[in-house]
T-cell receptor
Framework: EPEVTQTPSHQVTQMGQEVILRCVPI?????FYWYRQILGQKVEFLVS????????KSEIFDDQFSVERPDGSNFTLKIRSTKLEDSAMYFC????????????FGPGTRLLVL | GQQLNQSPQSMFIQEGEDVSMNCTSS?????WLWYKQDPGEGPVLLIA?????ELTSNGRLTAQFGITRKDSFLNISASIPSDVGIYFC?????????????FGQGTILTVHP
């Protein structure tokens, strides 16, 4: 069964450093999302992406964040200058938005900012 | 923004018991989804609901999309130890926010053998 994959599974970085989280969505999907989950809390929407542009973003997704689909398979989330409070699990999701959309999630990247 | 209230926050049950959890919202959602999350993993879709009043089953799981479109419940029958995990409801509002999922706070389920 096709699945969303994410790399790396874990990343430790120093505050102020840039990180890039990578995702390979399901191959025939056209809609892509990033969510984050701070330890012990609920999953929160960050951004949605379609047709090579952002469709919607949350208040969390400030100027430090950016997304890109550099080729036909990868979907990336970049945090330019990480802060301690960026420590969280970051989940990528993809969907094939027909009459009934269902989002499928990747296993996540655990980001720890020191 | 839209908020989902999920209850209960946690449940401790014996193997074989039935479980029920629900989500309510002050605003309408066009789609309700139920996910299960194991520690350190991503949410895995259990059931998707697309029409008000819809009742859908997936094995021992049954979920319903409330008629007002502001609530949903999930039932698990005859629980087993592997049902342990965190269960999240999620709603999609439709319209210009079609894809964005709003998640509930989660229900932590513990099943004692």
């Amino acid at each position: 069964e096709p699945e969303v994959t994410q790399t790396p599974s874990h990343q430790v970085t120093q505050m102020g450093q840039e990180v890039i989280l990578r995702c390979v969505p399901i191959s025939n999907h056209l809609y892509f999302y990033w969510y984050r989950q701070i330890l012990g809390q609920k999953v929160e929407f960050l951004v949605s992406f379609y047709n090579n542009e952002i469709s919607e973003k949350s208040e969390i997704f400030d100027d430090q964040f950016s997304v890109e689909r550099p080729d036909g398979s990868n979907f990336t989330l970049k945090i330019r200058s990480t802060k301690l409070e960026d420590s969280a699990m970051y989940f990528c999701a993809s969907a094939d938005r027909g009459p009934q959309e269902t989002q499928y999630f990747g296993p996540g990247t655990r980001l720890l900012v020191l | 923004g839209q908020q989902l209230n999920q209850s209960p926050q946690s449940m401790f049950i014996q193997e074989g018991e039935d479980v029920s959890m629900n989500c309510t919202s002050s605003s309408i959602f066009n789609t309700w989804l139920w996910y299960k999350q194991d520690p350190g993993e991503g949410p895995v879709l259990l059931i998707a609901l697309y029409k008000a009043g819809e009742l859908t089953s997936n094995g021992r799981l049954t979920a319903q999309f409330g008629i007002t479109r502001k609530d949903s419940f999930l039932n698990i029958s005859a629980s087993i130890p592997s049902d342990v995990g965190i269960y999240f409801c999620a709603g999609q509002p439709g319209g210009t926010s079609y894809g964005k999922l709003t998640f509930g706070q989660g229900t932590i389920l513990t099943v004692h053998p």
